[in-house]
């Protein structure tokens, strides 16, 4: 989805709440230390994602868009150095990035665009080609310990399509290009699979049996290739528009799994994904049904929760999103997140999901963040808090052999950044960088002011002040940062004229 409006039909009637099936093999919360899990590769069992240990794990994400556009590259590198986004991401709970991209990418002399390169910023992008500009990001996040699943979004930079290939980019181009994606990460665990192709709608079908629409067929197609020259990723499968005269969002529909689901050479590598929007994207006719918000979850079990209540496979909702601004929406949202089951009950046990968008500039649902391209939307980011899962073991941390590495320290410093001062109050963000040769588990940042300021509200941190010290602790989804990694929380401040304190940071 990007800054366009879906026009898709819709189902009248809502199904029937489906029972969930027990998961005898099902893991809470608390059964394992989830900071621990996520590394090497992933595979599935049942609904779960499983570590390449075995132990479950949640992709709860985000979506970086900008490789699927004329810009050819990841927005926002207009006004911020790739890495502190990268940076900012993780420090704001996200574990995952989805980032979509177009056949484009991979054409000769394809070169990104609107890179702002003063002041230092993006440095090592210069002279760097599309996809070598990818490579760095795919490599920064998976040393702040992200997962990357690469979003096949549409065949050019032009729009979207409702088939998996046009007449300038047919099916072989597309399968050539995914297995070019899947050969060049071959080896690097931080891209866990492919999402084949974003949001099939009609005439896609699925189950027909017609090979030129039929999506079900083309994805098996396509997975097969995929896993040939790289079978350790997943494959990320989306739905359709419409089964059996029932239609829903873009690659929303995911009914026709349960008669015709996709079979792949290699076991244990698919997952389902479906998309789900809000009225700022298009309106439905569940909206305005008179028990709405309680009629969504038998919605959304009809059209692609029965997958995961059922045990058939893992669910991935890889778009969500919203202005926020109707009552409708709030509604709405806070109806999925508790839908798509909160990590402090379920663990990983759970949907997984990346939310549309980090980008502001997507124009039917904006972003987390705002337009400065900097400040985070702590409302919309809020509704998202409980189902934010922990992070992974970023690349480099483990020292050969295992263990803790012997003598390896923790330490830490904090950077204090004022990013705005209206006179009556301040915004400020402080970085919190390991400095030290093992992973944090968490940390402490404390400064003091030389006036009268106090803290009025923060986020990505909890606090205590006292006069006028203030000591910050990490919050829940960002106190484990790998070596040479970074995390970031920000606060509100009053009055005005905050000034820089000298700060300090203790880890552990």
Known sequence: MFRTLRRALCAAAAALLLPLIPLATAQTARAVDAADAGAGYWHTSGR?????AGQPVRVAGINWFGFETGNNVVHGLWSRDYKNMIDQIRSTGYNT???????????????????????????DLQGLNSLQVLDKIVAYAGQDGLKVILDRHRPDGGGQSALWYTSAVPESTWITNLKALATRYKGNPTVVGLDLHNEPHDPAC???????????????RAGNAVLSVNPDLLIFVEGVQTFNG???????????????????????????????YATSVAQQSWFSDPTFPNNMPGIWDKYWGYIFKQNIAPVWVGEFGTTLQSTVDQKWLAALVSYLRPTSTYGSDSFHWTFWSWNPNSGDT????????????????????????PGFPGGGTTPPGGGDGGGSTAACTAAYTVSSDWGGGFNAEVKVTNTGTTALKSWKVSWTWPGAQKVTSMWNASYTQSGASVTAANADHNGAVPAGGSASFGFGGAPGGGGVPSVSCVAT
Do not use: E
């Open 48 to 52: 779960q994602i499983l570590d390449a």
């Open 206 to 220: 699925w189950g027909c049996g017609d090979t030129t629409r039929d999506w079900r067929l083309a994805a098996q």
């Open 97 to 123: 990035l989805r980032i979509p991209y177009s056949d484009d990418i991979f054409k000769s002399g394809a070169v990104p665009n609107s890179i702002d390169f003063s002041s230092g910023k993006n440095a």
């Open 246 to 276: 029932v239609s829903g969002w873009w690659g929303g529909n995911l009914m026709g799994v349960a008669q015709y689901p996709v079979q792949l050479d290699v076991p244990n590598r698919v997952v389902y994904s479906a998309h789900d």
């Open 366 to 389: 904006g972003g987390i963040l705002k337009d400065d391209w900097s400040t985070v939307d702590t409302v919309k980011d809020g509704y998202l808090t409980s189902i934010k899962a």
